[in-house]
């Protein structure tokens, strides 16, 4: 395996299994769809320019996940299960409290494109050139549409709060 490689997956392999969690809402799957990524991170090293392999990455993590949920046959309803205390990444301790757990569950009920937004965007904390990359949309789209999560996501926290 090479220094490169290693590299890279020591590097992105925490964003992309967040990534896959949040959109896939099983931890097992999530490991089985950041691991394809990998594979074809290995498969296509010497094709990606090395200062896009994390968007790459993300991309390719992102659409095989989408993939994975179009294969299901049954939806999948929210799934508190996937926000156990395992979590890696910004919100790793967030699930201790009453208003991470109340993030979580908000973020998994966001539809797609909004929910890759939130956490590529915000999770993340990639660049909004380098979300609209991955998913491949214009930087006014990807503006538009994460203001309209984040609206989405006041709204249900206003719900909650008295």
């Not at 950041?34 to 200062?51: G, S």
């Not at 979300?131 to 206003?158: D, F, I, N």
Request: charged share 30%.
């Amino acid at each position: 395996m090479s220094r490169r490689y290693r590299q890279w997956v020591r590097q992105y392999q925490d964003q992309a299994w967040t990534v896959a969690r949040y959109i896939l809402k099983d931890a097992q799957e999530a490991e089985d769809a950041t691991q394809e990524a990998f594979v074809k991170l290995w498969h296509n090293q010497d094709n990606i320019d090395p200062e896009r392999v994390g968007p790459w990455l993300m991309k390719v993590t992102r659409n095989g996940c989408l993939d994975r949920l179009r294969r299901r046959k049954d939806n999948v309803e929210f799934d508190e299960s996937y926000m156990s205390a395992d979590d890696s990444g910004p919100l790793q301790g967030a699930s201790n409290s009453e208003t991470g757990l109340w993030l979580k569950r908000a973020i998994g009920r966001l539809k797609e494109p909004y929910r890759s937004l939130v956490v590529l965007r915000d999770i993340n904390q990639h660049s909004y050139e380098e979300v609209a990359g991955m998913l491949e949309l214009s930087l006014a789209q990807v503006k538009t549409y994460l203001h309209r999560a984040r609206k989405q996501l006041r709204e249900q926290l206003a719900e909650v709060r008295p």
